[in-house]
């Protein structure tokens, strides 16, 4: 059953605490997305890879920070220094970087940082 | 600012209803443009895609969309609603020198009464 699998589904947090989204893929895809969904706001783009040890600063990139070690994961960090942390993350995949690919969504993980 | 616009924030419609959502967006050049749905529930799914060749593209579950460069817009139309087509819409946009980064609407929620 091939897709993008984000764990967990809910994650609450500690103000000044970094903490971790993991996002896992099984389509061989080579590039991976990562997006913050806030109500009104719609997507937005944090860090993306197109290949593997390799990866670019989205629109909102402050506070956050990626790896890209291995092809199938694409982990997040929420750090201490984003101040508005609390929001639903969506990580996606596509098979390249090509514009024309469309991007496969995961079922998100919602992060509350109290 | 450069932006995917959806005026339509939340529309209510009865089944068997037409449905035009609308999408705007400000970028120049070649541009790839999508439709996303996301049901109560679910991930966020493709529901069609224009990336060249006929203006006027077919999707899934009855959907379409027509693009007009002119305009630069890609409005989404369903001639017939049914309740299941209750979800969140999105627009996307990405452009062709840009690689396959993203840019989203804020989304418009459809609920459709039976």
């Known amino acids: 059953d091939g897709g993008i699998t984000q764990s967990p589904k809910y994650l609450f947090r500690k103000e000044g605490q970094n903490v971790t989204l993991s996002c896992e893929q099984n389509?061989?895809?080579?590039?991976m997305y990562w997006y913050r969904q806030d109500p009104g706001q719609g997507l937005r783009l944090i860090y993306y890879s197109q290949i593997v040890n390799d990866f670019q600063k989205g629109d909102i990139a402050e506070g956050y920070s990626v790896s890209r070690e291995k092809k199938e994961s694409f982990p997040l960090t929420v750090t201490s220094a984003q101040k508005n942390p609390t929001a639903f993350y969506l990580c996606?995949?596509?098979?390249?970087?090509?514009?024309?690919?469309?991007?496969?969504f995961g079922p998100g993980t919602r992060l509350t940082v109290l | 600012a450069q932006s995917v616009s959806q005026h339509n924030h939340h529309v209510i419609l009865s089944e068997a209803a037409s449905l035009e959502l609308g999408c705007n967006y400000s970028?120049?050049?070649?541009?790839?443009l999508f439709w996303y749905v996301q049901y109560p529930g679910q991930h966020l799914q493709l529901l069609l895609k224009?990336?060249?060749?006929?203006?006027l593209v077919k999707g899934i579950k009855g959907f379409e969309a027509e693009f007009i460069k002119s305009k630069f817009s890609f409005n989404l139309r369903k001639p017939s609603v049914q309740w299941s087509d209750t979800a969140e819409y999105f627009c996307?946009?990405?452009?062709?020198?840009?690689?396959?980064?993203?840019?989203f609407g804020t989304g418009t929620s459809l609920t459709v009464i039976p």
């Open positions: 224009y990336f060249s060749g006929d203006p």
């Open positions: 996606a995949s596509s098979m390249d970087h090509r514009s024309y690919n469309e991007q496969f």
């Open positions: 389509l061989n895809h080579d590039a």
């Open positions: 970028y120049g050049g070649t541009v790839n």
């Open positions: 996307a946009v990405n452009r062709d020198l840009f690689g396959n980064q993203f840019y």
